[in-house]
């Protein structure tokens, strides 16, 4: 699975929109992008994935460049609840494990 | 997700002694996973089963050994607990049939070991 990198940590005002990076440079054509973010030691819960298109749902938009070697999670209008640490994750269509690494610790500000 | 369940949710125990940790899915996945997170750090993968009679290592397997009940149940033991072991463990679901797989991840066990 390719290696990702984040940055360590973001703060966003309540109400803007959040915009999280990820870098996967190795990524390779079959591999896709996921997001999941962990609140406070709760479970790692599932954002949203993509391959090659920008990807929207109830949560969040994906949007990866078109030489798919990075990518951006939107967060339209967070708010306090959306203070979490979100990892960017890159992986084939099945497998075994999911690499977590150290993910970006974001925090929503008043 | 309130689809995958764990029990216990808090676990104090002291080294030498044998303990469980339950791990309970209604989503109907046939395959689960076990893994345990440090402070600060990713999660690390112990073992996974793709089905009831299907057990696999993960990268940090010694120590610890799996059960598959049933395809809703998948219990992790710790044969003799360790300091070390001190930890929050995840059990997390998937299904073989969705493309790509997406993993649904429990509540978390918090562990530690005296």
């Known amino acids: 699975d390719a290696k990702t990198t984040q940055p360590t940590s973001m703060d966003c005002a309540e109400g803007r929109a959040a915009n999280l990076p990820c870098n996967h440079s190795?990524?390779?054509?079959?591999?896709?992008v996921y997001w999941y973010r962990q609140i406070h030691s709760q479970g790692p819960q599932y954002i949203i994935h993509?391959?090659?298109n920008n990807e929207t749902n109830e949560m969040a938009s994906l949007i990866i460049t078109e030489d798919r070697k990075s990518s951006t999670l939107i967060l339209p209008h967070a708010t306090l609840r959306d203070t979490a640490v979100y990892y960017c994750?890159?992986?084939?269509?099945?497998?075994?494990?999911?690499?977590f690494g150290t993910g970006t610790s974001l925090t929503v500000i008043p | 997700d309130a689809d995958v369940t764990q029990t216990p949710r808090n676990r104090i125990t002291k080294t030498g002694k044998r303990i469980m940790l339950e791990c309970s899915q209604t989503?109907?996945?046939?395959?689960m996973y076990w893994y345990r997170q440090d402070p600060g750090l990713g999660l690390r993968l112990i073992y996974y089963?793709?089905?009831?009679?299907?057990?696999n290592k993960g990268e940090i397997s010694d120590g610890y050994s799996v059960s598959r009940q049933a395809q809703a149940k998948f219990s992790l033991s710790l044969e003799s607990a360790i300091p070390n072991q001190t930890a929050l463990y995840f059990c997390?679901?998937?299904?073989?049939?969705?493309?790509?797989?997406?993993?649904?991840f429990g509540p978390g066990t918090r562990l530690l070991v005296l």
């Open positions: 089963s793709f089905d009831v009679k299907d057990i």
């Open positions: 997390a679901t998937s299904d073989f049939w969705t493309v790509p797989e997406t993993q649904y």
């Open positions: 993509g391959l090659k």
């Open positions: 989503k109907g996945h046939d395959r």
């Open positions: 994750i890159v992986r084939l269509t099945t497998g075994n494990q999911f690499y």
């Open positions: 190795t990524i390779s054509g079959n591999e896709y």
